[in-house]
């Protein structure tokens, strides 16, 4: 992970600023030509010879005005150097972090996401579930919402949510709770404090887990915006629970993206007496969503679509799969007692903040925990 | 219907007393050689000749005695008559007002039904509903049971439940209060108060309704027998709904016969805090159960399995099916303003008694309804 952008990355961290994400018009460009080359065409105003036809060609010179309009807020890379000192970095396709699945999203998949915070994105994912629902959630729903969200984590599951009030928030403060990792796919910057509430919650999210966005720095939440969003986190886990929704709560949409992507889609019941239990009941009965009352009922229902049985973590990946950087943090770590950071990092000739990044994903990918004495294996 | 039973109805009003409901050996020998053969075996001791084969025969006559330890309690024709004169009369398979589904039990089926109510049972159950569950519901489960049953009521289906606290209560009072039709099928004699706290309630479901059992005047309900009723709950109706039902609730045991003999089976969700919606939740996720929020759910559920389309009620048998008297009271209906039963009585040469039971039947069926003055056809 270094501040020094590759011209396909630096492209890519340009086109967050230049349109709006989930712009398949961009999407299908960048598929087409890379993403230098589209930016490149958008500063010259012209698409690349041969890059699209007929109807996608002709819609790409419709918008290409529109990708113009903020051509002059992208940044220089220096700047973008000054995120990364800010710890704030970029993850593209191809990167060791970027999350494979978000190509089930076609030309509307992200052209880049923007990260803060400790975890690795892509080990996250890899055992993981979105919890979505309410902003004005009941007693009944933050409770229910916090209770699986810790109960998921305290067994090695990732808890990746959307950042808002109510069940969002629940779901996050759950999974920090039990010392687990949570992921906030925001509909702004990473470092825009949205709600203003927030502001330690998310920064507790980054220390613990990942604060995610597609949108740069700097930019505010719309109202649409949390739709769009909405995409990203259906396609990062590979299932979805509702804890409570009305029947047009911005639960839905994530969950019927859910069910698009073909992800395991997931609800939990609540009295019929309740509004904000209609949308769950809604899911269960007509989009026959599994209706779960526990995370071992979460668990259960997401077993068949990832590596590890059982409930006990075990390790996702194979140890081949692992960069080398991460490879070499576990080659350090010991199988007894606990190692401290910094030791870790001298084993394994890395610098502290790599050292955090690898423990962040070999923890998430069920190699390693956190102990007394520091890190160790994790015991299978 | 009339107080000198016939020689089949004797005899099957008489293994009432001497067996057990549900007990399939006795149940086999009535398929094989009819009920006044059957009582007649049981008398002398001896099975009847070619009546069995194999084990069924070994069984039978192992069970011989069993069945002979009561034949004292076997009352005389004429004590039979004392039950009709007091309001409580016999259905036998055959009867006009025998509902044909309880074939589905098998050689489980009930030898015979006493009855005590104004309702026909075999038109009651045609458009019907079970609504069980929990004895101690909460105020949740109370108030759906309640509503459900209201709704339904007044939407012309009639609510079968078993008249215990709880759940059961609610739902007949539910029926009661919208002018319904509801069944009461008890583990105990229909003149037995049984839980004494709902003599009243019980009546009131004779009044309006009609009270069922398997036990012959006089039993007393045990706990074996409630689950020995349960699936004559199951059986008498399309589909049976779980309100609440804690894990191991005996709503579940009707649930289970209920799927057992492929009828309908739905469930209320609630809040997965609550014990008793342990039940509902299993029945949703395990047993493919239709997950409901509304009457109008419950209907949409059971439209498939009965005659009538949409939510007004029309008749849902054809009137060649209808016997005589109730064809008879048919014909006395008027189609505007109302009429009362003497003068309906009068038009159809027919005793006040049999009127009600017609109307209750016609009611029940579709055909007539209620009104200020009376009487009269069901406006289609």
């Known amino acids: ?28 460009l960048v598929r087409a030509c890379g993403a ?30 529109r990708w113009q309009v903020r051509l002059g807020e992208v940044p220089p890379a220096d700047e973008v150097a000054g995120f990364y000192r800010a710890g704030i970095r970029l993850a593209c396709p191809g990167d060791p972090e970027w999350p ?23 080990f996250s994912c890899l055992r993981s579930v979105a919890i979505v629902g309410s902003r004005a959630a009941t007693a009944y729903g933050s409770y229910v919402a916090s209770e699986f969200a810790s109960s998921l984590a305290a067994r090695g599951w990732a808890v990746i949510s959307g ?45 613990q887990g ?26 990062l886990a590979p299932g979805t629970l509702v804890v409570e929704a009305g029947q047009r709560s911005g639960a839905l949409n994530s969950a019927r993206h859910a069910r698009d992507l073909s992800r395991r889609l997931m609800a939990v019941p609540g009295p019929i007496t309740s509004d904000l239990s209609a949308g769950c009941h809604h899911i269960i009965r007509e989009w026959q969503g599994t209706l779960v ?38 080659d350090a770590l010991p199988s007894r007692g606990g190692m401290g950071t910094a030791q870790i990092g001298h084993r394994a000739g890395l610098e502290p ?25 994790r015991r299978t």
Chains 1, 2 share one sequence.
């Open 36 to 65: 230098a080359t589209t930016l490149a065409a958008i500063k010259a105003g012209t698409l690349p010879e041969m890059s699209l036809s007929g109807a996608a060609r002709a819609a790409g010179v419709r918008a290409m005005e």
């Open 210 to 235: 990942v604060v995610v966005s597609e949108w740069p720095p700097g930019r505010n939440a719309t109202r649409l915006r949390f739709l769009v969003r909405n995409r990203v986190i259906a396609a």
């Open 293 to 330: 009352t526990s995370a071992a009922d979460v668990i259960e229902c997401l077993s068949p679509v990832t590596a590890a049985p059982g409930q006990t973590p075990a390790a996702v990946l194979p140890r081949d799969e692992l960069d080398p950087d991460t490879a070499a943090v576990l």
């Open 353 to 377: 903040a790599t050292v955090m990044r690898c423990l962040g994903a070999l923890a998430a990918g069920g190699f390693a925990e956190r102990c007394a004495g520091g890190w160790r294996l």
């Open 1 to 28: 992970m270094s501040a020094s952008l590759d011209e396909d990355s630096y492209a890519r961290a340009a086109l967050t600023y230049l349109a709006e994400p989930g712009d398949t018009k961009l999407g299908a």
């Open 163 to 207: 950042g808002a009030y109510g069940v969002d928030a629940a779901a996050h403060r759950g999974a920090l709770g039990a010392d687990g990792v949570t992921v906030a796919v925001l509909a702004c910057g990473v470092n825009v404090p949205y709600p203003v509430g927030h502001q330690n919650l998310l920064d507790a999210v980054a220390a």
């Open 100 to 122: 494979g699945q978000l190509a089930d999203l076609g030309d509307a998949a992200p052209y880049a996401l923007w990260l803060r915070g400790s975890a690795d994105l892509r």
